[in-house]
């Protein structure tokens, strides 16, 4: 900050940020909690100061804590700047030349004197002390007439009045019932931002008014509960998300001492390589922040518990080397996503809420710790983000928590710098939690399942923030963990570190993003072509987006029927995969017949347009008897189709009837499918039972780690297990036979579960 211990009483400071200029006045030394509301001086300087400063739009208080009045007030403020400003300066109300019209001058100074000091100190005040004075003139001037002097006064008076009824603050004292004096009304008003002075970024403690209580919440984190209180204002189409992180409740002596070891540590400027293993850094500064902390409160005589300093260290390390309130906002599991518009500090935070879609938070960011998440991202990612690269894809880990990060500044954003955060989920995605959250049956999990143990080559395609990138994961549990898989990502998204955990032998390859240039990354689809090189692997890239799709199509047709070959893409249809594969992604027509199977994920909305679910709205198969257009040719056929009327995946007369060529190559290769419809039918019914009998006893039992990774790859081996000793003991794994196996085991293990 650029005031310091030595900085003068109500020195200012302006920052013009993107069209706004922002005042800061220093109140460090001051024996006195600021307040416009409560002190008559702090209003009388700042209406001086508004005078020089006509252009103001926010007002920041300097302090251990800092106080922000919002544009509103600011404003507010400012209607009573101009009229002193008008009256004192442009006019010279006070000059001998003007007050000689008014009669009396000595007398008509020093009252003027007086209105002009209350207006600076208590407008409303002022306001009534004019009516009675014009009340009183107006009965002399009916009983005296000639008296030019005193008429002109009284015409003086009566604009002054009039100009100040049309003000802000004057229409909100009239709504609230006038004559309300002292300066309680004040309170009502002018009602700061209560931050605390290592962080910018404002949070909005009260609730909106007239808005009625929708649901409340706890988000625990180390210790720490979190309030969140979901609110409705009846004409607003968007609920209202309000948070209270702890750092906002903190006592003056906790404050005082986060500031003192905050101004130690900045003093450490990190370097790019300490953030090549961002956790492990933070664990470091962790470690010297709580030292630090427990030596200050000693010197300083504050007395800290053990979870007490253990909540500072936290804090602290969140606003130095972490990124403040994004981090509280992301700690919510039910967000989705994060979004910051630009110009950033003059809008609130947005997130997605899994239960109430889109909601504005109580959270307004600023520009500097804006600046200051870029060059963090800039130093974790190792990627630009300047005029020559205004976009950087990146992700964000910390704790348990995974999130994608897209950040643009200008001149791709005119307006400065804007985010989108994409928040993981902290465990990964399976397809009995999908089946749970109605984005697909049981039957279209069997079937999803029995195509990747049949090692078939699939996109999954949909619209932006329809679950592709989720399902995909969700699909890499259904691969065995004994077959070694390839990951690739320009932003690390796929539960990679979560299925190593799980016992999976992948190798994550992090590749440079189709939006950058200028890094030392390398090509994702030179990344694909060594992918080939480093051994029998299944194959997942996390998205296709530019170059590299010619390839993974390459990887499809060389890995035809060895392995798994999987990404996502964007598109909303199979042909709109085609078009964009081939046209815009310069694919040969011929290299996307390597393409087996097209999931489409898209949301689906309610009639009322408020509220949207994520759904698999069809499975397609691209079979290979085309030339030139899949779609005029009959190359795509449907094996599952949504039927929005029963809110169901349902297979088509293809699938039920057998009509189905990748499934049929599939049975080819496996003895006793080949040319054995029922057989395969019975094993897709198979997998289906299984998957809903686990989200049935997840249910019944109120276990709900029933459907997370760790027991659905438990479930998944053992099925397996079981098939291959019933086709060792019976030619086939029938449905009746393994499926009382298999519940033999999962009896058990939930019940010691």
């Known amino acids: 900050m650029f005031f310091t211990e030595t900085s003068p009483l109500y020195a200012t400071e302006v920052q013009r940020k993107q069209g706004e200029e922002i005042l800061f006045v220093n109140f460090l030394k001051a024996p006195f909690v600021p307040s416009i509301a409560e002190n008559p001086d702090v209003m009388a300087r700042l209406i001086d100061i508004l005078v020089e400063n006509p252009a103001i739009s926010r007002i920041v208080f300097v302090q251990q804590r800092n106080y922000h009045y919002s544009f509103e007030q600011t404003a507010t403020l400012q209607e009573i700047a101009r009229i002193f400003n008008y009256f004192t300066k442009q006019e010279s109300i006070l000059s001998p030349v003007k007050l000689a019209f008014f009669g009396d001058v000595q007398e008509v100074y020093a009252e003027l004197n007086y209105l002009f000091l209350l207006l600076r100190q208590d407008p409303l005040l002022c306001f009534t002390k004019l009516k009675r004075r014009i009340a009183t003139l107006r009965e002399q001037l009916s009983l005296q007439e000639g008296d030019n002097g005193r008429r002109n006064y009284f015409l003086f008076l009566e604009r002054f009045a009039s100009m100040l009824e049309t003000t802000r603050l004057f229409i909100l004292w009239n709504q609230h019932g006038a004559p309300i004096l002292g300066r309680e009304f004040y309170s009502t008003v002018f009602r700061p931002d209560i931050l605390p002075n290592f ?342 890239v996390g998205e296709v987006r530019s170059s590299e799709a010619k390839a993974l199509y390459e990887a499809m047709r060389v890995g035809a029927l060895a392995n798994v070959v999987a990404g996502t893409i964007h598109g909303d249809s199979p042909y709109g995969v085609f078009d964009r594969v081939v046209h815009d992604l310069d694919v040969p027509e011929t290299s996307f017949k390597a393409t087996d199977i097209i999931i489409i994920t898209n949301p689906v909305r309610s009639p009322d347009g408020l509220h949207a679910q994520r759904r698999i709205v069809q499975v397609t198969e691209v079979r290979k008897h085309w030339l030139k257009d899949p779609l005029q040719e009959k190359g795509f056929v449907d094996l599952l189709r949504y039927n929005v009327d029963h809110d169901q995946l349902e297979p088509t007369p293809e699938l039920i009837n057998g009509d189905s060529d990748i499934l049929k190559q599939i049975a080819s290769g496996v003895k006793g499918w080949a040319g054995n419809w029922e057989a395969v039918y019975d094993n897709i019914l198979l997998r289906a039972k299984i998957k809903q009998e686990l989200l049935e006893l997840s249910i019944h039992m109120q276990k709900p780690e029933i459907l997370e990774a760790p027991f659905v790859v438990r479930s998944n081996t053992v099925f397996h297990a079981i098939s291959e000793k019933v086709t060792r003991e019976r030619g086939l794994p029938f449905l009746e036979y393994v499926l009382p196996l298999w519940r033999q085991w999962v009896t058990e293990a939930v019940r010691i579960l």
């Open 199 to 540: 962080t910018f970024t404002r949070l909005v403690a009260q609730f909106p008014e007239k808005a009625r209580l929708v649901d409340q919440y706890l988000i625990v984190s180390e210790g720490e509960e979190i309030p969140v209180t979901i609110l409705k204002h009846g004409e607003e189409s968007k609920h209202f998300y309000h948070i209270l992180p702890p750092e906002f409740t903190l006592s003056e002596e906790h404050h005082t001492l986060l500031h003192l070891a905050r101004n130690v540590l900045i003093e450490h400027r990190p370097k790019a390589e300490e953030f090549t293993d961002a956790e492990k850094t933070r664990q470091v500064f962790f470690n010297i922040s709580r030292d630090l902390l427990s030596e200050l409160g000693q010197s300083k005589k504050i007395p800290l518990t053990h979870r007490e300093l253990m909540r500072l260290a936290r804090i602290l390390v969140r606003y130095t080397i972490g990124f403040g309130l994004i981090e509280i906002l992301l700690l919510d599991s039910k967000i989705q996503d994060l979004v910051l518009n630009a110009p950033i500090a003059q809008n609130a935070m947005y997130v997605r809420h899994e239960n109430y879609g889109e909601c504005v938070t109580n959270i307004i960011p600023s520009y500097e710790d804006a600046e200051s998440w870029a060059a963090k991202l800039r130093l974790q990612s190792g990627r630009p983000l300047d005029e020559a690269n205004p976009v950087l894809d990146t992700d964000l880990v910390f704790g348990n928590v995974r999130a994608r990060v897209a950040a643009i500044k200008e001149p791709l954003s005119p307006a400065g710098l804007a985010y989108a955060f994409r928040r993981h989920r902290d465990k990964p995605w399976t397809l009995p939690l999908f089946m749970e959250k109605k984005m697909l049956n049981s039957f279209a999990a069997g079937l999803l399942s029995f195509i990747i143990d049949g090692n078939r080559t699939l996109l999954v395609a949909g619209t932006r923030s329809s679950g592709k990138t989720s399902l995909l994961g969700s699909l890499m549990l259904e691969i065995l963990p004994s077959v070694r898989t390839i990951v690739i990502e320009d932003t690390l998204e796929l539960p990679v570190d979560s299925l190593r955990q799980l016992g999976y032998d992948i190798l994550r390859m992090k590749v440079r993003s189709a939006l950058t240039s200028g890094t030392t990354e390398v090509e994702a689809s030179e990344g694909i072509r060594t992918s080939l090189r480093l051994g029998d692997s299944a194959l997942v």
